[in-house]
C-alpha cells in the first residue's frame, strides 16, 4: 500500500481499498450488515440499504445479508427491487421461515 502513512491504515478509504483486494470472502461483511441492522432499526433506510449491499458484495456466501437487504428495499417500498432479492435467497434456502416471512410481506405489499 504505497503512499499510506502509518495514520491513513485507519482510514475509511484504506479499508474499503482492503475489502475490494480480499472480496468475495467469507469472514467480510458481518460489520456492514451490523451496521446496516442498527440503520434499519432508527428509520435511516436508505443507510441501511448502502450497508446490506455492500455487505452481500463482500459476502455472496451470507444469505442474511440479501435477505437484510430485501427487508430495506420492501421499508423503501420498492417493492420489485425486493422480490427479485429476496427470490435469489429463496433458491438457496427454501425452507427457512425468516425469508418466507420476508416474501410473503414482500408478496402482500406489492399486490396493493
Do not use: C
Not at 8 to 21: K, T, V
Not at 29 to 34: E, I, L
Not at 91 to 100: I, S, Y
Request: no cysteine.
Amino acid at each position: 500500500m504505497a503512499g499510506y502513512s502509518p495514520e491513513g491504515y485507519s482510514s475509511p478509504r484504506f479499508s474499503e481499498e482492503m475489502e475490494e483486494r480480499l472480496k468475495p470472502n467469507r469472514f467480510l461483511g458481518y460489520d456492514r450488515d451490523h451496521i446496516g441492522v442498527t440503520a434499519l432499526r432508527r428509520g435511516m433506510l436508505e443507510v441501511a440499504e448502502s450497508q446490506f449491499r455492500r455487505a452481500a458484495d463482500l459476502n455472496p456466501y451470507e444469505p442474511r445479508f440479501r435477505e437484510h437487504l430485501a427487508w430495506s428495499l420492501f421499508r423503501l417500498e420498492r417493492f420489485d427491487e425486493a422480490l427479485a432479492v429476496i427470490e435469489t435467497v429463496l433458491a438457496e434456502r427454501p425452507n427457512d421461515a425468516d425469508v418466507l416471512a420476508v416474501k410473503a410481506k414482500i408478496d402482500a405489499r406489492a399486490k396493493r
